[in-house]
């Protein structure tokens, strides 16, 4: 079965540091997510992603982040200068229609910032 | 804006017993919901759609928009139930492609 990989499933920075999570969706997708989960939180939802656009993103997504599907098989997620308070598991999803509800989750990057 | 409250942080349960995980969401337009489930050190997985009106696992979910509830159901709990449930949300419409998730129940069977 198909499978939405993420790597590294480990990552520690520090403060200030740029970080690229990466994403290998499945492959017949077209809709493109990033969730993440700080310690002992919700799930919360990050950006959307369709036809080589950001569709929708919440307010947590400011300018420190950005998307990028560089060649036709990654999506990453930048995060260009890290805080103490980005440290969280990073999820990434894709779903073969509009609507996350059906998506597929990567397992998961621990990202923490020291 | 939409909200989802799952009031068990935790939920224990002896095998074959039943169960059932409470979601309550707060939206004012026609929501679609989910449970996401979450094996240990696995990922999250769709466990249930509301417009789907399936049965998973043995798992059932009622979409309740009187008492804006959506609730998990099982009548008989498995020891292999164990697990983190989230329940989640889309608003439709341009924000179709965002979920909003409740904190989650950690559901524990005994045997």
């Known amino acids: 079965e198909p499978e939405v990989t993420q790597t590294p499933s480990h990552q520690v920075t520090q403060m200030g540091q740029e970080v690229i999570l990466r994403c290998v969706p499945i492959s017949n997708h077209l809709y493109f997510y990033w969730y993440r989960q700080i310690l002992g939180q919700k799930v919360e939802f990050l950006v959307s992603?369709?036809?080589?656009?950001?569709?929708?993103k919440s307010e947590i997504f400011d300018d420190q982040f950005s998307v990028e599907r560089p060649d036709g098989s990654n999506f990453t997620l930048k995060i260009r200068s890290t805080k103490l308070e980005d440290s969280a598991m990073y999820f990434c999803?894709?779903?073969?229609?509009?609507?996350?509800?059906?998506?597929?989750f990567g397992q998961g990057t621990r990202l923490t910032v020291v | 804006a939409q909200r989802v409250t799952q009031p068990e942080k935790l939920l224990s349960v002896f095998k074959g017993a039943p169960v059932e995980l409470k979601c309550n969401y707060s939206y004012s337009g026609s929501p679609e919901l989910f449970w996401y489930v979450q094996y240990s050190r696995q990922r999250l997985q769709l466990l249930l759609r509301?417009?789907s009106r399936e049965s998973i696992k043995g798992f059932t979910a009622d979409l309740n928009k009187g008492e804006t509830s959506f609730h998990l159901k099982k009548p008989f709990a498995q020891e292999e139930d164990s697990a983190m449930y989230y329940c989640a949300l889309s608003a439709g419409g341009t924000s179709y492609g965002k979920l909003t998730f409740g904190q989650g129940t950690i559901l524990t069977v005994h045997p």
């Open positions: 992603f369709y036809n080589n656009e950001i569709s929708e």
């Open positions: 509301h417009i």
């Open positions: 999803a894709s779903s073969r229609t509009t609507g996350s509800g059906g998506a597929f």
